[in-house]
């Protein structure tokens, strides 16, 4: 639910309570606790407040909820994999039209062109930004879309181990971890240059017949612009899948990935007109050649025809658990988040070409200006080399958790503090920049922290 907005929940009359009772046929409540041994029930009332009126709780929720830093009222410079980018109100209006927020599984096509027909839209766009041939419904977000690329390509090639670069997100690497366990399928990573790019010298040593796919991020966990057609090389000449993860928003200005050689693309589409929620839910996205669609994880929406030669939509190749032998399937995810996918089609289609474009510009615009204006201040300076998109590392000369902190009391989210990934950049900080910040807020952020800092 957006920001001020309140849900409303109606209780049961004490009449509706006796007839559930009688129609179970028991006494009270209480008969139905009775097998729950008595040292295991609490043996009191709850020590809760007494029950307040609908506006009194509304004011007491909202003013728990503003002792949390929101983007209403905090200006955020926070990126890793979550952006604060504009979401039109049209998007969330949509999607509270009960037709499409209490839509389920489109089990029954006849019943189900309307979801069907959003599915296949989201697909075709993801197919348009990527530069793939097919895509699916949706994961559940950008870490679990790029675990099951590497599970994928695991199978794809019958081979056993997945390489990755040492630049791409350590949250979704985590993810993938964790996936990748149940298979035994080991994790070799290739360390950055100091451009802070994916080292390619290293990764033509590391790259062997034993490797399933080599996974790059575009643009990287850093912010900076990979060179996608070397890694792409080095992984097709040793037989290697070549798996790109996108910030779908950049894909506005940069050539897409199925351009320069990769075989699957994944992303998180957060950024695709969802606010950040705390952290969810998101949208993952996943595409990847023809050649490989028998082995795409999850669900895909097809055109086709009915007996009277009309155009409709099914559900077509889930190769999933529910649907076929366990040990055929390709993956054990078993939906899509259909919602945040269709406010991603929503967002692509009130923007536009034209408006999804400008939205990347100025974001990298003003984040070349945030760079510029930051790195004039005595003892900050750029951690890498590399050209970047919308993010950028800074070296601070003070402690960065400490600087952060300070600024979170002038109601700055400064950045992300990159210690917390690896001890040689913990004297770092990730920017990120969106359409979002102006040329003040930029500029107050610059002089809090040359103050911080001097």
């Given at each position: 639910?957006r ?8 209780t ?22 009775e ?36 983007t ?23 999607l509270?039209?009960?037709e ?247 967002y ?32 900050v ?34 950045g992300?503090?990159?210690?917390q ?5 913990r ?28």
């Amino acid at each position: 639910m957006r920001h001020g907005e309140a849900m409303r929940y109606l209780t049961t009359t004490a009449a509706q309570r006796r007839a559930m009772l009688e129609t179970i046929g028991a006494d009270d409540i209480e008969a139905l606790l009775e097998r729950i041994p008595g040292k295991a029930r609490l043996g009191r009332d709850l020590t809760i407040p007494p029950a307040l009126a609908e506006g009194d709780l509304i004011r007491h929720l909202a003013g728990l909820a503003e002792e949390n830093a929101h983007t209403d009222a905090y200006v955020s410079f926070l990126g890793a994999g979550a952006y604060d980018h504009y979401a039109p109100s049209m998007i969330n209006h949509m999607l509270l039209r009960s037709e499409y927020f209490t839509a389920y599984t489109p089990y029954q096509p006849e019943a189900s062109q309307g979801t069907l027909r959003t599915i296949y839209e989201y697909q075709t766009m993801v197919c348009e930004l990527t530069g793939m041939d097919v895509a699916n419904a949706s994961l559940y977000d950008g870490g679990s879309a790029l675990a099951e690329a590497a599970l994928m390509a695991h199978s794809a090639t019958e081979r056993e181990e997945v390489v990755v670069s040492g630049a791409l997100s350590p949250l979704a690497r985590r993810v993938m971890a964790t996936y990748c366990e149940g298979s035994r399928l080991p994790i070799r990573v290739v360390p950055w240059t100091d451009d802070g790019v994916t080292d390619l010298d290293r990764l033509r040593k590391v790259v062997s017949k034993k490797t399933a796919c080599v996974m790059a991020q575009y643009p990287n966990f850093f912010g900076c612009l990979e060179d996608l057609e070397a890694q792409a090389r080095i992984a097709h000449a040793a037989g290697a899948l070549f798996v790109v993860s996108v910030d779908p928003i950049a894909l506005a200005l940069l050539r897409p990935p199925g351009e320069v050689g990769a075989d699957v693309v994944v992303g998180e589409g957060q950024g695709l007109g969802s606010p950040l929620n705390f952290g969810g839910p998101y949208l993952g996205l996943f595409a990847c050649r023809k050649e490989l669609v028998r082995r795409m994880p999850g669900r895909l929406v097809g055109a086709t025809v009915d007996s009277q030669g009309r155009r409709g939509f099914v559900l077509t190749l889930q190769t999933r658990e529910q649907h076929i032998r366990r040990e055929k399937a390709t993956s054990n995810i078993c939906t899509n988040v259909a919602l945040v996918a269709l406010g991603a089609t929503i967002y692509l289609a009130l923007l536009g070409k034209e408006g999804f474009r400008k939205a990347a510009t100025l974001s990298t615009a003003k984040a070349h200006y945030a760079a510029e204006v930051l790195g004039k201040i005595p003892g900050v300076t750029p951690r890498f080399g590399a050209p970047f998109f919308k993010e950028f590392a800074l070296r601070l000369p003070k402690s960065p958790d400490r600087l952060l902190r300070a600024l979170r009391k002038k109601r700055i989210l400064g950045g992300v503090a990159l210690g917390q990934f690896d001890r040689g950049l913990r004297d770092s900080i990730l920017v990120a920049v969106t359409e979002r910040r102006t040329r003040a807020e930029i500029d107050a952020y610059a002089l809090a922290l040359a103050a911080l800092v001097a």
